[in-house]
């Protein structure tokens, strides 16, 4: 089984090579890594380049937003399952595609794991465990989905479900996995183990502004696709957030 992972970057110099170092440690193999680019002015095509023959594929050009850089990865992937890998963020260990791969069979559209919050000044100590279990697609309208850089899906389902709308700016992935498994036609299976340690500080984990944005993208993304939500729903995963830091 063949696994592209895309990585979408922006002026990311400072985080993505230990990134792709993670990618590249991966037991599994064929791995198909894409970086996709936004035409940064720092130093992250160097840093990329670097990487030599473990990259597979470099695009690097302006783009209008991470959904639109991450359409284009999803294009260029020639995989059998597709991931996203934020560029800075990476791998909690050297088995996690060739988990995925293992969990993967006729019977199964998407795998999907747990993730590590951890604070840049302290990679070594994680703050916070998203744990995937709780999610099912019952739970969409209460804003639960399992953790994108987490989430590894057959190719194949891309092309049923179609791209990330490039007309939300933080939700976006939300807005997918709506699309993807409302219809409970997707075969799924949750790994309980950290695959991916987070920074915290991300486009939806940096302060309210972005929270109060995030909620309102996703009640948008519900109600675009049918499934009813309200408020109180949207706010109720707050307190078993909270206990995130607490059960790490």
């Known amino acids: 089984m063949k696994i592209s992972v895309v990585t979408v970057a922006y002026n990311s110099a400072e985080t993505i090579g230990e990134t792709m170092k993670s990618v590249a440690a991966q037991r599994h193999a064929p791995i198909e890594h894409i970086v996709v680019d936004g035409a940064s002015t720092d130093a992250t095509l160097a840093v990329v380049r670097e990487q030599g023959p473990h990259v597979s594929t470099v695009l690097s050009e302006p783009d209008r937003g991470i959904y639109d850089a991450m359409n284009k990865g999803v294009g260029l992937a020639t995989g059998d399952v597709i991931g996203f890998l934020n560029a800075d963020d990476y791998y909690a260990h050297e088995r996690v595609l060739a988990d995925v791969a293992s969990a993967f069979g006729d019977d199964v559209d998407a795998v999907f794991g747990d993730v590590g919050f951890f604070r840049a000044d302290r990679p070594d100590r994680l703050v916070r465990r998203y744990r995937s279990k709780r999610f099912g697609p019952e739970r969409l309208a209460w804003g639960w989905m399992p953790p994108h ?70 009640m948008r993304a519900c ?19 909270v206990l995130e830091f607490v059960l790490r």
Do not use: C
Request: aromatic content about 12%.
């Open 223 to 241: 109600r675009d696709n049918g499934v009813p939500t309200n408020w109180p729903k949207l706010l109720s995963k707050y307190p078993a957030k």
């Open 149 to 218: 850089p987490a989430l590894f899906v057959r190719a194949e389902v891309f092309r049923q479900v179609g791209a990330f709308r490039t007309d939300y700016r933080i939700a976006g992935d939300f807005e997918w996995i709506v699309r993807a498994f409302s219809g409970a036609s997707i075969r799924y299976r949750h790994l309980p183990d950290v695959m991916v340690h987070m920074r915290t500080g991300g486009i939806s984990t940096g302060g309210w502004r972005n929270t109060v944005l995030l909620n309102r993208e996703v």
